[in-house]
């Protein structure tokens, strides 16, 4: 007899006692080994709430801290864009998606390899701007290396405002450049008081057991504001974490949970994502692997993670440690990306464009992730088996060994963006384009229609001038 509850598949999460087995080890890691905090205020916070603080600024945490600060956290939070259109929900199911972050390079549309420039910059934005399978702008899309560096983080946000009016990230490093970008956020979206969450902030900490002191002064300056910050333990398998997945698992969460902890310690409900990434170091190269199986394993158990403590989660994307937009660059990416939107992480960063392990950008791969986002959206809308969908009237309506051509109508199937459906004979008559010569096409075509997004003028003139007063 037919049995549907056996036709389910093998969910993601797999490790069941195992969370519970990671989050008890995190809170060993706090509670007795302790980790050092690089910034005097985070300290003092710490210890007025009860956590002990040594000579060495290694700091125990005991687990009632970090539970109420957990349980004060919001599960879900909006992030308001210069559009209102554009807003989005942080933790309801849907994932936010941001490109790429920190790339120092770019892959141009020619096949050249050379350092990221400003107009580099312009062009992602546009495409962020320009790609429904992106819902927000994110930050550092690029390092242009043609603006100084005390500049970099205004100019880059200036474009990301003016550009685009998806939701924004900026910088944390430091309280000065924090705070110059909640600034610039408030001239944009009219709320110079960030009256609600209008910006992200990534805040990674430094593994093994240690934090930064110019990320915690960003962290804190966010949560003074009400603004989100996304706290990250980037962990290197093997190099700053343990040689095993669990191992550098338990270490990064325990780091997180610090980061949230200080955020609701500044203010109570301050919203926070919950970050969670882990790579293995390739021992044979020595170098970074974030392709790897092991980076996909730690995704759905960062998610998992996020969920057992309520807090909406950041983990994932389209990684690849590929050099060239290859076979390497799609198997990796898609499977990441796979597994990061089946996983349940609700804000994923470096979406669309990766090379070289984060440190190379590309537009051709830029929209191929894209393409792959919406294949995946589509694999997740699932179909309908009701009397429409299954649509007897017509089937009956048909003769037997006839067709259906005529019944189907336009819409009903995807219709993806780049890839060829086409027969043999008309992609040969077309001059046999390959996926590399339409995804540039893609990038052209996107890029000759883009429209910028309206601003008032007065917003655009006082956001240049604030710039160029504080820009050096």
């Known amino acids: 007899m037919f049995d549907a509850e056996t036709a389910a598949g093998p969910p993601l999460e797999r490790l069941d006692d195992g969370v519970a087995a990671i989050h008890e080890a995190s809170i060993s890691i706090l509670e007795e080994l302790g980790i050092e905090v690089r910034h005097a205020r985070a300290r003092q916070l710490l210890a007025a709430a009860?956590?002990?603080?040594?000579?060495?600024?290694?700091?125990?945490?005991?687990?009632?801290?970090?539970?109420?600060?957990?349980?004060?956290?919001?599960?879900?939070?909006?992030?308001?864009?210069?559009?209102?259109?554009?807003?989005?929900?942080?933790?309801?199911?849907?994932?936010v998606r941001a490109p790429g972050y920190g790339p120092s390079h770019v892959y141009t549309l020619d096949g050249e390899r050379r350092r990221a420039r400003l107009a580099d910059y312009e062009r992602l934005v546009?495409?962020?701007?320009?790609?429904?399978?992106?819902?927000?702008?994110?930050?550092?899309?690029?390092?242009?290396?043609?603006?100084?560096?005390?500049?970099?983080?205004?100019?880059?946000?200036?474009?990301?405002?003016?550009?685009?009016?998806?939701?924004?990230?900026?910088?944390?490093?430091?309280?000065?450049?924090?705070?110059?970008?909640?600034?610039?956020?408030?001239?944009?979206?009219?709320?110079?008081?960030?009256?609600?969450?209008?910006?992200?902030?990534?805040?990674?900490?430094?593994?093994?057991?240690?934090?930064?002191?110019?990320?915690?002064?960003?962290?804190?300056?966010?949560?003074?504001?009400?603004?989100?910050?996304?706290?990250?333990?980037?962990?290197?398998?093997?190099?700053?974490?343990?040689?095993?997945?669990?191992?550098?698992?338990?270490?990064?969460?325990?780091?997180?949970?610090?980061?949230?902890?200080?955020?609701?310690?500044?203010?109570?409900?301050?919203?926070?994502?919950?970050?969670?990434?882990?790579?293995?170091?390739?021992?044979?190269?020595?170098?970074?692997?974030?392709?790897?199986?092991?980076?996909?394993?730690?995704?759905?158990?960062?998610?998992?993670?996020?969920?057992?403590?309520?807090?909406?989660?950041?983990?994932?994307?389209?990684?690849?440690?590929a050099k060239a937009v290859d076979y390497q660059a799609g198997f990796e990416s898609t499977f990441l990306q796979a597994v990061t939107a089946f996983g349940g992480v609700d804000f994923v960063l470096h979406a669309a464009g990766v090379l070289e392990s984060y440190a190379a950008v590309s537009p051709g791969k830029f929209v191929l992730d894209c393409e792959t986002l919406r294949y995946l959206d589509r694999f997740a809308e699932g179909y309908a088996v009701d009397e429409d969908a299954l649509d007897l009237g017509t089937l009956a309506a048909t003769e037997p060994a006839g067709h259906f051509l005529e019944a189907t109508p336009d819409g009903r199937f995807h219709d993806p963006a780049i890839v060829d459906k086409r027969s043999h004979d008309d992609w040969g008559a077309d001059g046999a384009p390959s996926v590399r010569e339409r995804a540039r096409d893609r990038v052209r075509a996107l890029l000759e229609s883009y429209e910028r997004p309206a601003i008032e003028p007065v917003v655009e003139r006082e956001l240049e001038a604030y710039v160029d007063a504080r820009g050096g």
Do not use: W
């Not at 900490?205 to 002191?213: G, K, N, W, Y």
């Open 50 to 95: 009860g956590a002990a603080v040594g000579d060495d600024d290694v700091v125990r945490v005991p687990r009632s801290i970090v539970a109420d600060a957990v349980d004060s956290a919001p599960s879900r939070f909006t992030l308001h864009a210069r559009n209102p259109e554009n807003d989005v929900v942080v933790g309801d199911g849907r994932p």
């Open 126 to 321: 546009k495409l962020t701007q320009s790609e429904d399978a992106l819902t927000c702008v994110g930050y550092r899309l690029c390092e242009p290396a043609d603006v100084p560096r005390e500049r970099r983080h205004l100019e880059t946000l200036r474009r990301s405002l003016t550009l685009a009016d998806k939701p924004v990230m900026a910088s944390t490093t430091g309280a000065e450049r924090a705070r110059e970008c909640l600034e610039l956020v408030g001239i944009a979206v009219g709320d110079p008081d960030l009256g609600r969450p209008y910006v992200a902030g990534l805040v990674n900490t430094v593994p093994p057991r240690s934090t930064d002191e110019a990320m915690l002064a960003g962290l804190l300056a966010y949560a003074d504001a009400g603004q989100p910050p996304v706290v990250t333990s980037f962990t290197m398998a093997g190099a700053s974490g343990p040689p095993t997945v669990a191992g550098s698992v338990a270490q990064a969460n325990a780091e997180t949970l610090l980061g949230v902890t200080l955020t609701q310690l500044v203010e109570p409900g301050t919203p926070v994502v919950y970050g969670l990434s882990c790579s293995p170091v390739d021992d044979r190269h020595g170098s970074l692997s974030v392709g790897s199986p092991e980076s996909a394993l730690a995704v759905p158990l960062a998610a998992e993670l996020g969920r057992a403590y309520g807090l909406p989660t950041r983990s994932g994307g389209g990684l690849t440690d």
